[in-house]
T-cell receptor, first 118, second 110 residues
Framework: EAGVTQFPSHSVIEKGQTVTLRCDPI?????LYWYRRVMGKEIKFLLH????????ESGMPNNRFLAERTGGTYSTLKVQPAELEDSGVYFC????????????????FGPGTRLTVL | GQSLEQPSEVTAVEGAIVQINCTYQ??????LSWYQQHDGGAPTFLSY????GLEETGRFSSFLSRSDSYGYLLLQELQMKDSASYFC???????????FGAGTRLFVKA
C-alpha cells in the first residue's frame, strides 16, 4: 500500500512568489492534516480536513495560506505571496476515520516539502 | 496557551536505557503520542497513551500520568539506528487535532 506522498520534495522561491504544495494521502483516509516545522522548533498544526471539508483551520498563519482538498482526495496548500518566515518543512499526514470516539487514530506522515523563501 | 515541554537533546551509549520526558499544558486532552523522525524523513508513529500507565511495544515503552500532565518515552537496549528526533504530541480538540512538542534530539554513541 502506498504511503502519503508529497510534491515537490524541495522548493526554492523568491519572496513575493507563489508556491503550491501537494499531498496525496493514503487511499481511503478521510482525515488529512497539514503541519509545518520551522528549523529546530515544534511541528505546528496548520489545518485538518475531513474528506473535502475543513474541520479545523485554527493553525493557519494568515490569509496568504490557502488549503483545498478537491473531492476529498488529494490536497493542495498554496502560499501567495510567500514571505521569508514561511520557510520550513511542510508535512502532510492522513488517518483513517473510524468515528470521533477513536481518538487514537494513527497519523501517517508524508516525507514533507522543504520550502525555502529567499 | 497550549504547550509541550521536552528536553532538546539527550545523549546515551549503545545498549543503555534512555527516558525522554514530556510535560504538557493543553485545552482538551485525549491522549499522548510519540513520534520518531530521522533526519530528512517523515515522522513515524511510535506509541499512544490515552489512559494512565505504561504501554510497552518491543524496546520502546511509553508512560502517561494525566493527573501530572506528564509522560515519557523509554527506549531500552539502545541501538545506533535509534539516533533521531523524538516528538511527544497531544491529541486535543475533539481527538483529531495534534499539538507537537519541539522534539528531543537523541544521539546514540558507540
Amino acid at each position: 500500500e502506498a504511503g502519503v506522498t508529497q510534491f515537490p520534495s524541495h522548493s526554492v522561491i523568491e519572496k513575493g512568489q507563489t508556491v503550491t504544495l501537494r499531498c496525496d494521502p493514503i487511499s481511503g483516509h478521510d482525515n488529512l492534516y497539514w503541519y509545518r516545522r520551522v528549523m529546530g522548533k515544534e511541528i505546528k498544526f496548520l489545518l485538518h480536513f475531513v474528506k473535502e471539508s475543513k474541520q479545523d483551520e485554527s493553525g493557519m498563519p494568515n490569509n496568504r495560506f490557502l488549503a483545498e482538498r478537491t473531492g476529498g482526495t488529494y490536497s493542495t496548500l498554496k502560499v501567495q505571496p510567500a514571505e521569508l518566515e514561511d520557510s520550513g518543512v511542510y508535512f502532510c499526514a492522513s488517518s483513517q476515520a473510524t468515528g470521533r470516539s477513536r481518538s487514537s487514530d494513527t497519523q501517517y506522515f508524508g516525507p514533507g516539502t522543504r520550502l525555502t523563501v529567499l | 496557551g497550549q504547550s509541550l515541554e521536552q528536553p532538546s537533546e539527550v545523549t546515551a551509549v549503545e545498549g543503555a536505557i534512555v527516558q525522554i520526558n514530556c510535560t504538557y499544558q493543553t485545552s482538551g486532552f485525549y491522549g499522548l503520542s510519540w513520534y520518531q523522525q530521522h533526519d530528512g524523513g517523515a515522522p513515524t508513529f511510535l506509541s499512544y497513551n490515552a489512559l494512565d500507565g505504561l504501554e510497552e511495544t518491543g524496546r520502546f515503552s511509553s508512560f502517561l500520568s494525566r493527573s501530572d500532565s506528564y509522560g515519557y518515552l523509554l527506549l531500552q537496549e539502545l541501538q545506533m539506528k535509534d539516533s533521531a528526533s523524538y516528538f511527544c504530541a497531544v491529541n486535543s480538540g475533539g481527538g483529531f487535532k495534534t499539538i507537537f512538542g519541539a522534539g528531543t534530539r537523541l544521539f546514540v554513541k558507540a
